[in-house]
């Protein structure tokens, strides 16, 4: 009986985490994203709990993501950056101001305003930043964020 209930338990786990992953993206905002990225690759849908939908998919190298509401409105698109594709004046301004500290998960933001800025994690022994930085290296933002520290 205990094998029964632990199977009928599992089974209907994974119904429900299937009937989970199934979202329904309608087709206006499949239509938007296939007109702003048609060369998209390997693109991965997810809603968000706003209502929002996200594509995350490959172009060329890069990995993008980018939200639009229910009737396809772009809403803005993340590019994740290698630290190679960082500009070299944001390399330079975490130098100078935050010397003690190594960057990680950087990108870049572009909004639908036709404005764009570039986001970054800073950890040092001591806490982690959130930093935001215009193309030129120009701090926008910078503010603690809770963070386990190894």
């Given at each position: 009986m205990k094998q029964l209930t632990f199977s009928l338990a599992l089974f209907f786990s994974l119904v429900l985490t299937l009937?989970?992953?199934q979202i329904e993206i309608p087709v206006p905002v499949?239509?938007?994203q296939n007109l702003r990225?048609?060369?998209a690759e390997a693109v991965i849908w997810d809603a968000t709990e706003e209502g929002e939908f996200v594509a995350t998919f490959m172009l060329g190298a890069l990995e993008l993501s980018s939200r639009y509401d229910e009737k396809g409105m772009w809403l803005g698109t993340l590019i994740y950056l290698d630290q190679s594709d960082v500009p070299q004046p944001i390399h330079s301004t975490v130098a100078r101001k935050y010397s003690?500290?190594?960057?990680?998960?950087?990108m870049k933001?572009?909004?639908p305003t036709g404005g764009s800025y570039y986001e970054a994690t800073l950890e040092s022994d001591a806490d982690?930043?959130?930093v935001r930085f215009d193309a030129a290296?120009?701090?926008l933002l910078s503010e603690r964020i809770d963070?386990?520290?190894e």
């Open positions: 009937m989970a992953q499949q239509e938007a990225y048609p060369k003690s500290y190594e960057m990680y998960d950087v933001v572009e909004e982690a930043l959130l290296g120009k701090v963070m386990e520290l």
